[in-house]
Structures are given as structure tokens and as C-alpha cells.
């Protein structure tokens, strides 16, 4: 638990300053990236990627989705792959009928499907409202990844 708090701090250090090092406009940055989807076990899972180097994959809150990350993946797409996902139920993503289809486990696969679907067997995850939950519980369910 030690190390995964130590990421958190450091992660949360570096996008309170990362607005620093924007250059783009959010729509000129908005307009580069590349929209995918991942399959979790057969929902499908919107998410918008830019970048290369080491995964950082962000997590959006509640009611946001991906847009929400947008001058922090900007922030970080010239050092790493940057992947916003929009969880199940949100904006592109599948909406699957039953509240038993968002269970925390249902959103760990989720999370892991776009890391799977990068091709990375590691990644940083970025969490806000919501999405510090799924991060800090696919943290615990996952700690390898």
C-alpha cells in the first residue's frame, strides 16, 4: 500500500502544477487525439488516447467523461501514452441495463480492457470523484498492473 500511495502523491503533485505545461488550445488538443474502444467483455468501452511512452490512464468522476482530463492528458502526451476512458453508462461507452452490470468488478475489467487494448502490461491510473474509486480499487484488485 505504501508504493501505491507514494504514486498517488506524486501523480496528485504533478497535475496540480501540469496546467503548467500546456501549450495547445483544448480544442486543438481535443481534435488530435484518437478515439477507440475497448471491449470488456463485450461492453464496449469509448476512450480517447494521444501520446506515446509509459500508460497513464485517466478516470474520469461523476457526471463528467473524457473531455474532463483534457489539459491534463495534454499535459502528458509528450512523455506518455495518455488514455481517457469514459466509464460504462457514460457518453460513448456502452450502457448495459441493470444496476448488477456496474458492480466495482464489472469496472476493473473495464479499466483493464483499455489497458489490455494500449498493448501495455502496466499503467498509471488517474483518478477523480468516482474514478479515484475504481482507481484505487483496481489498485487492490490488480496490484501487479
Known amino acids: 500500500m505504501r508504493e501505491c500511495n507514494e504514486t498517488v502523491f506524486r501523480l496528485g503533485l504533478f497535475i ?3 496546467k503548467n505545461f500546456v501549450s495547445l488550445s483544448g480544442a486543438e488538443f481535443a481534435d488530435s487525439v484518437e478515439h ?5 467483455d463485450g461492453v464496449s468501452i469509448h476512450y480517447v488516447q494521444a501520446g506515446s511512452g509509459p500508460l497513464a490512464v485517466f478516470i474520469h468522476g461523476f457526471p463528467d467523461f473524457w473531455y474532463f482530463w483534457l489539459h491534463q492528458m495534454e499535459g502528458l502526451s509528450d512523455t506518455h501514452t495518455v488514455a481517457a476512458m469514459g466509464t460504462r453508462g457514460y457518453n460513448k461507452s456502452d450502457q448495459p441495463k441493470g444496476v448488477e452490470n456496474y ?3 464489472f469496472l476493473i475489467n473495464d479499466v483493464a480492457a483499455v489497458i489490455e487494448n494500449e498493448g501495455h502490461e502496466k499503467a498509471v491510473l488517474i483518478g477523480h470523484d468516482w474514478g479515484g ?8 484488485a ?3 498492473i
Do not use: E, T, V
Request: hydrophobic share 45%.
Open 16 to 18: 496540480s502544477f501540469g
Open 133 to 140: 474509486g475504481i482507481a484505487w480499487s483496481f489498485a487492490a
Open 103 to 105: 458492480d466495482m468488478q
Open 142 to 144: 490488480r496490484p501487479a
Open 36 to 40: 477507440k474502444y475497448a471491449d470488456s
